[in-house]
């Protein structure tokens, strides 16, 4: 069963969109004008993605390593902040834009697992083991709490 929507970038491509897991190299990922028809440019995004996957479980890591020092600096956990202060404070915000930077990277990791490659795939799952390998083991808690999905 042939899962070709029938759009014009699928038919110049040579590379239809499936929707159950499959193999090869001639893939779209995330935009028509990103199609890997040949086998080096496929394992070259492969590669990436591993890579982007391992970086994602270093800035979790990162996060967690910022949040952590920035209440160990503030003292006593009792030392009260007002809201102003708490919100323009510059730790804050660079949370937030790397929180920002995140939720971005782990839509894009979840998008590269949805075209159903399971190279792609598996460079993701990888990645993410991976990195957590490296950077898991040095975590302050088995709960992270700038982290509310994975």
Same mark, same amino acid.
């Given at each position: 069963?042939?899962?070709?929507?029938?759009?014009?970038?699928?038919?110049?491509m040579?590379?239809?969109?499936?929707?159950?897991?499959?193999?090869?190299?001639?893939?779209?990922? %995330?935009?028509? +004008?990103? #199609?890997?028809?040949?086998?080096?440019?496929?394992?070259?995004? =492969?590669?990436?993605?591993? &890579? $982007?996957?391992?970086?994602?479980?270093?800035?979790?890591?990162?996060?967690?390593? %910022?949040?952590f +020092?920035? #209440?160990?600096?503030?003292?006593?956990?009792?030392?009260?902040? =007002?809201?102003?202060?708490? &919100? $323009?404070?510059?730790?804050?915000?660079?949370?937030?834009?790397?929180?920002?930077?995140?939720?971005?990277?782990?839509?894009?990791?979840?998008?590269?697992?949805?075209?159903?490659?399971?190279?792609?795939?598996l460079?993701?799952?990888?990645?993410?083991?991976?990195?957590?390998?490296?950077?898991?083991?040095?975590?302050?808690?088995?709960?992270?709490?700038?982290?509310?999905?994975?």
């Amino acid at each position: 069963m042939d899962h070709n929507h029938g759009g014009p970038d699928d038919m110049e491509m040579g590379c239809p969109m499936q929707m159950s897991f499959h193999g090869g190299s001639c893939e779209v990922i %995330l935009f028509p +004008s990103w #199609a890997t028809t040949e086998v080096g440019a496929f394992i070259g995004a =492969t590669i990436g993605f591993f &890579l $982007l996957a391992f970086a994602y479980e270093g800035l979790k890591y990162g996060r967690e390593l %910022l949040h952590f +020092s920035d #209440a160990a600096g503030r003292g006593t956990p009792n030392d009260k902040r =007002t809201l102003r202060e708490a &919100l $323009l404070s510059r730790t804050h915000l660079v949370q937030t834009l790397l929180h920002l930077l995140q939720v971005s990277v782990s839509y894009l990791l979840m998008l590269i697992v949805m075209t159903y490659n399971y190279w792609l795939c598996l460079a993701v799952v990888l990645g993410a083991m991976c990195g957590y390998y490296v950077f898991g083991w040095v975590r302050n808690s088995s709960v992270d709490p700038t982290e509310h999905c994975n």
